[in-house]
């Protein structure tokens, strides 16, 4: 399917015995460069064409949905951090072979970089937009508590995990989350947007991916020194950016990053989780000089 300068293609990954139907959006002439969106109960590759329109005249740019996630139906398995680390080497390794840089936001950053410790080769530079390691109620709770394991096996079951899974992405739980965590203007999230928002929710599969991301189960590493271990075990060169006005749990963690030796950083004055939505034009610009210092 061809929308504009945006093209469309099908991807087809198996895992676990089971085929998962995902997609990836094409745009741009130049330079491959590979766009992850974050692992959201919200989130889609549509999140990332602001930024694809906007460097689609020096780069050519594609977004995918990880499994599990997306808006279209997604297989009942219980996703787990091997599940992305395998989905990004089959992506990467057999898809995107000459790929130039990598963008990647919330969780997606973290599986990245470990992307490019293991595979240092397989592109040049990374960009790290509002970087997480650690998913929302383990962050809230300052760790993984026994509760998670319970919540996560209830969404699970039929019936009643549906249930309550829809009262927890409702209309108005969606829109009060995302104004204290991810829009700095808490009405950027409405009409349209929060409608397509609220459809990737409802999408046939969503819950299981969605539990185990909110309860950690997703998260690639256990504590901030892993997580500052893996940065510096990186050969990539780094560039992260993120919003001021980032949550103050999740932005001590993007600070302790940015004390990383050969990391570079831009803070943008406004943005929460969700910057390179919001802001995407700032974004863009600061992304497209990074990259075009390895060119």
């Not at 093209?7 to 676990?16: F, H, R, V």
Request: proline residues 7%; hydrophobic residues 40%.
């Amino acid at each position: 399917m061809d929308d504009g300068s945006m093209k469309t293609e099908a991807l087809i990954w198996k895992w676990n015995g089971k085929s998962i139907d995902l997609a990836m959006n094409w745009c741009g002439d130049g330079p491959t460069v590979l766009l992850l969106p974050a692992l959201s109960s919200i989130s889609t590759r549509h999140e990332m064409r602001p930024l694809q329109e906007h460097m689609s005249a020096k780069f050519r740019t594609v977004s995918t949905d990880w499994p599990g996630f997306g808006d279209l139906a997604r297989p009942p398995l219980k996703w787990t951090p091997e599940t992305y680390l395998a989905f990004l080497s089959f992506l990467i390794c057999e898809h995107l072979p000459l790929l130039h840089g990598v963008v990647a936001a919330g969780h997606g950053a973290t599986y990245a970089i470990a992307h490019g410790c293991t595979h240092p080769n397989s592109f040049s530079r990374l960009v790290l937009l509002a970087p997480t390691w650690r998913g929302p109620l383990p962050t809230m709770m300052n760790g993984r508590r026994p509760m998670f394991d319970h919540i996560t096996r209830t969404i699970d079951l039929p019936i009643i995990g549906p249930l309550l899974y829809g009262l927890n992405v409702n209309r108005f739980v969606i829109r009060y989350m995302t104004a204290g965590h991810v829009y700095s203007d808490s009405t950027w999230l409405h009409g349209e947007r929060l409608r397509e928002k609220l459809a990737v929710t409802r999408a046939s599969g969503a819950r299981f991916s969605s539990v185990r991301f909110v309860t950690g189960k997703l998260d690639p590493l256990d504590t901030r020194a892993e997580f500052l271990d893996l940065a510096r075990r990186s050969r990539i060169p780094m560039l992260m950016i993120y919003g001021a006005q980032t949550p103050s749990r999740s932005r001590r963690e993007m600070e302790a990053f940015a004390t990383v030796p050969g990391v570079q950083i831009a803070c943008l004055p406004q943005g929460k989780l969700s910057v390179y939505e919001e802001f995407h034009n700032q974004v863009a610009d600061a992304i497209e000089a990074f990259l075009a210092g390895a060119r």
